[in-house]
């Protein structure tokens, strides 16, 4: 089902933009941009599946219960990365130690792959 929607729209936009600052050399800034567009792009992928799930007839109200609904929408599959990915974002908001903005850093591009992957489903 393909579904017309500024917050679907904005997802989209910002996986580009993740991709972009992440093909970059990393430097503390680019790092610290990685996360903040990181962070958007989480915010929207559950938001999207918010957006999908409810002309399904489906609420989800917070990132966990729309990655379990998009689970079962088929929107994506099981892959522990989306559970680690909701603590990398909820760490994210509260960095306060270069280790650990580099442990996220480091997610960051397998995070990207999930992002295009359910993407990829409202498409289609």
């Given amino acids: 089902m393909s579904i017309n929607s500024p917050i679907i ?41 918010k957006v999908y799930a409810k002309k399904e007839g489906i609420e989800c109200a917070s990132p966990r219960s729309c990655f379990k609904t998009a689970f079962q929408l088929k929107l994506i599959d099981y892959n522990d990365q989306w559970l680690a990915m909701i603590d990398d974002r909820n760490l994210s908001a509260h960095l306060y130690s270069e280790e650990h903005a580099d442990q996220i850093y480091d997610n960051l591009p397998d995070y990207l792959e999930l992002f295009k992957k359910l993407f990829s489903k409202f498409k289609n």
Wanted: with cysteine; net charge neutral.
């Fill in 9 to 49: 729209k904005n997802f989209e936009k910002f996986i580009n933009r993740l991709e972009e600052i992440l093909d970059l050399e990393k430097t503390i800034i680019i790092r610290d941009a990685a996360i903040k567009r990181f962070e958007l792009c989480f915010d929207l992928s559950w938001k999207s599946v």
